[in-house]
Each structure stands twice: as C-alpha cells, then as structure tokens.
C-alpha cells in the first residue's frame, strides 16, 4: 500500500470500495486502519395470523401464509461469508403481551423445512448442512407504539449458499404468551463481509 508524507507524519493510504463498488481512499496514522469489505443491511417483516392462539415456548412465530420461514436477501456477497453485527426485532404491538419473553432467531444458508406458525421449532436431519446456528434475544421493550429488542456484536459467521445471497430464518418464542391478532415483526440484520 503506498505511504504519504504529510507534516513530517507517515500516512499508509488504503483502497476500500463503497457497496457500489466505487473505490474510496483512506489515511491511516501509522498503519493501524485495517478495514476491508462491505457492509450489508437486510430485513424482512411477517405478520402473524389474525388470531390470538397462545404461543406455548419453543413455538415459531410465521407469517400469515402459514410457513415461518424468514427469507432476508441481499444480505451479502454470492456464496460469501458475512458477520452478524447486530440484529432487531420490531413489532408492531404497543404493549408486551403478558407472558412474552426471550426470542431466538434461527439461521440457515437455504430455505429449510416449512414449519408452519404455533408449531414447535425442529431442527430436521434434513436441514442440519444448512443450519447456521442461531442468535438469541432479550424481551422485548415498550417503547410506545412499538415494541423492540436487540442484540448487538453476536459476532456468528455465516456462510451463503452458492450462487445465493439469501440468509433463511426461523423466529423461535422462549416464552409462552398470547399474540396480538395480525400484528408484524420486522427482522433488521446488518452485517459485515467477513473476506475469507
């Protein structure tokens, strides 16, 4: 990387590239910036049956089409590996449901087995290759019109399918509780290109 001389203090310049792929130079002081690759932002939002059947713990929370699955695209490069940063879960409901707890959201690289809303969570030995683990979450806050949670830094690496850059998902209820009818959750991940 070539350095710059500016008032008697060595500078390392470093090419990054925008997600547009324009190229964009950086200082560095001394040689201590080492960032490379893009950063993605995805979400998804689903909203639940217009029912207020209870969620007994472990339930998944689907959509009204009847499959849980979660599908969040663009949510890096084709078959590359990416870096959850940080992840939320906002829904549309203006006060925590009684019972409402923790939420874990399963990860895969393909869609995995259809489960539908209300039934319990089930890694199949069908979608074991492609489960990438999952990332829990606290319960949820009332922030007035809105309830909200989040985890930042998981830090859980991910790696796309070929020729996909779609992460599949599955949100799973820690807690047992009675839902809003038709209310929504969106599902906002962001993450880093990992480069490997």
């Not at 039934?119 to 489960?131: E, G, I, V």
């Amino acid at each position: 990387m070539p350095l710059v001389r500016e008032n008697s203090l060595l500078y390392e310049v470093i090419k990054v590239s925008t997600i547009d792929g324009d190229s964009l130079s950086v200082s560095d002081n001394n040689g201590s910036l080492t960032v490379d690759g893009k950063a993605y932002r995805t979400t998804a939002t689903i909203t639940r049956p217009s029912n207020t059947t209870a969620y007994t713990a472990g339930d998944v929370v689907g959509d009204t089409g009847g499959s849980a699955i979660i599908s969040l695209t663009a949510a890096g490069p084709t078959a590359g590996f990416v870096i959850i940063q940080s992840i939320s879960l906002v829904f549309s409901d203006s006060t925590v449901p009684s019972g409402m707890g923790a939420f874990r959201l399963h990860l895969f690289n393909a869609s995995p087995t259809a489960i539908a809303d209300n039934a319990p969570f089930d890694l199949t030995s069908a979608d074991r290759a492609t489960y990438m683990g999952y990332v829990d979450f606290p319960a949820p806050q009332d922030l007035g019109s809105s309830i909200y949670t989040q985890t930042d830094y998981p830090g859980r690496l991910v790696k796309l399918a070929a020729a996909s850059t779609t992460l599949f998902a599955e949100l799973e209820t820690r807690g047992a509780y009675t839902p809003v009818s038709a209310s929504t959750v969106s599902i906002r991940i962001n993450l880093l290109e990992a480069g490997l």
